[in-house]
């Protein structure tokens, strides 16, 4: 809203001119999305401990029984950063705003649900899987619906490291693969917050790279110079992920080891929601999978766990996630954290090759 309010103002003031730029708007989206995180942190940790609104732990995870009580739903102080911090520095006449704003917090209000229901009934019982599956993926075919028929958005898939191959996906096919990459991308966030700091890290790298791609697409000359799809529009989104970077550096400031407050599945789904949104709307689908490595290792070792067991009654891994297995290896908690961070940080690079290999 202030860029409405202050822009029109550069003729007579000439220092607003500035707002016309999207880098210098995210800098201050960043900055207000920090602050807010900062002072918004402690006030949910004083009120959620007050009320004893805290973490359940797992049984199958005795190593970690010790955070039990630890105030949850954390990821509320990253929506209410980022959102408003992306509301009042974006152009709020960009319908790409406000869709991936939408998709976070509907993302978030299925995730506010399940650890309600969590609190309320003790034991971890929130939403069923089927329940949670359910409501993603109505959001997502709602969002990609709105996107296809509404915004005539582009049907063409981006393929990574290839220059000239754009099969057109037409409505029918692109629909199914964006509601895949949003709920695929929430939930493997989800799965890989289980220790303390350890999917906020990625989350703010993966939000780096999608920065820089949708800045790039939403630029006629640097799109066309690197030869990837020119969206119109798409570089206000640019703000809103470094509102996200921004929020969650905030957040890691608590919820780094010994964390004072856990993120919770209102952050984790909305997280990844969110980014799985940009993704398609800097069509920057695929590059997900490389951006996102540890999302994807994450959610993969799950997978081959359950359905290996389910096979043969035999384990692949000690605990999945795969988090779980490198602990229970003996990897400190802080070890394995900052060791998946360099990971993240090596595939965020990778992802961004792609811009230029091709």
């Given at each position: 809203?202030?860029?409405?309010?202050?822009?029109?103002?550069?003729?007579?003031?000439?220092?607003?001119?500035?707002?016309?730029?999207?880098?210098?708007?995210?800098?201050?989206?960043?900055?207000?999305?920090?602050?807010?995180?900062?002072?918004?942190?402690?006030?949910?940790?004083?009120?959620?401990?007050?009320?004893?609104?805290?973490?359940?732990?797992?049984?199958?995870?005795?190593?970690?029984?010790?955070?039990?009580?630890?105030?949850?739903?954390?990821?509320?102080?990253?929506?209410?950063?980022?959102?408003?911090?992306?509301?009042?520095?974006?152009?709020?006449?960009?319908?790409?705003?406000?869709?991936?704003?939408?998709?976070?917090?509907?993302?978030?209000?299925?995730?506010?649900?399940?650890?309600?229901?969590?609190?309320?009934?003790?034991?971890?019982?929130?939403?069923?899987?089927?329940?949670?599956?359910?409501?993603?993926?109505?959001?997502?075919?709602?969002?990609?619906?709105?996107?296809?028929?509404?915004?005539?958005?582009?049907?063409?898939?981006?393929?990574?490291?290839?220059?000239?191959?754009?099969?057109?996906?037409?409505?029918?096919?692109?629909?199914?693969?964006?509601?895949?990459?949003?709920?695929?991308?929430?939930?493997?966030?989800?799965?890989?917050?289980?220790?303390?700091?350890?999917?906020?890290?990625?989350?703010?790298?993966?939000?780096?790279?999608?920065?820089?791609?949708?800045?790039?697409a939403g630029n006629t000359r640097f799109a066309t110079y690197l030869g990837v799809p020119h969206i119109a529009g798409v570089g206000e989104v640019a703000i809103f992920c470094a509102a996200l970077i921004a929020a969650s550096l905030g957040f890691l400031w608590y919820n780094a080891y010994p964390a004072s407050m856990m993120m919770g599945d209102v952050g984790a789904l909305s997280l990844g929601g969110a980014i799985g949104m940009v993704a398609i709307l800097a069509k920057q689908e695929l590059a997900l999978v490389i951006a996102g490595g540890v999302f994807v290792i994450e959610a993969a070792s799950t997978i081959i766990q359950r359905y290996?067991?389910?096979?043969?009654?035999?384990?692949?891994?000690?605990?999945?996630?795969?988090?779980?297995?490198?602990?229970?290896?003996?990897?400190?908690?802080?070890?394995?954290?900052?060791?998946?961070?360099?990971?993240?940080?090596?595939?965020?690079?990778?992802?961004?090759?792609?811009?230029?290999?091709?």
């Amino acid at each position: 809203m202030l860029y409405l309010l202050l822009y029109p103002l550069r003729q007579s003031h000439p220092v607003f001119n500035v707002l016309r730029y999207e880098t210098f708007r995210s800098d201050m989206a960043g900055l207000a999305a920090l602050a807010l995180s900062l002072v918004f942190g402690p006030m949910l940790i004083r009120r959620f401990r007050a009320a004893h609104v805290g973490q359940t732990i797992r049984e199958e995870v005795p190593q970690h029984q010790k955070k039990a009580g630890t105030p949850t739903m954390g990821g509320l102080v990253i929506l209410a950063s980022c959102v408003t911090a992306t509301i009042l520095l974006a152009d709020p006449r960009d319908p790409y705003v406000w869709l991936v704003v939408l998709v976070m917090l509907g993302y978030g209000g299925i995730g506010f649900a399940d650890d309600f229901l969590k609190l309320r009934r003790g034991r971890g019982a929130g939403l069923s899987g089927p329940q949670k599956l359910f409501w993603q993926i109505l959001l997502s075919f709602l969002a990609a619906t709105f996107l296809f028929w509404h915004l005539g958005f582009d049907t063409r898939l981006t393929i990574p490291f290839l220059k000239n191959v754009n099969p057109d996906l037409r409505w029918w096919g692109y629909i199914p693969v964006a509601m895949l990459v949003i709920v695929a991308c929430s939930n493997a966030v989800n799965l890989t917050d289980g220790l303390d700091g350890l999917a906020i890290g990625p989350v703010m790298t993966v939000g780096f790279c999608y920065w820089a791609f949708t800045y790039v697409a939403g630029n006629t000359r640097f799109a066309t110079y690197l030869g990837v799809p020119h969206i119109a529009g798409v570089g206000e989104v640019a703000i809103f992920c470094a509102a996200l970077i921004a929020a969650s550096l905030g957040f890691l400031w608590y919820n780094a080891y010994p964390a004072s407050m856990m993120m919770g599945d209102v952050g984790a789904l909305s997280l990844g929601g969110a980014i799985g949104m940009v993704a398609i709307l800097a069509k920057q689908e695929l590059a997900l999978v490389i951006a996102g490595g540890v999302f994807v290792i994450e959610a993969a070792s799950t997978i081959i766990q359950r359905y290996y067991y389910k096979m043969s009654h035999r384990r692949v891994f000690r605990m999945a996630p795969l988090h779980h297995h490198f602990e229970l290896g003996g990897w400190p908690e802080t070890v394995v954290v900052v060791r998946f961070w360099i990971v993240s940080i090596i595939c965020m690079l990778f992802a961004l090759s792609t811009l230029k290999l091709r």
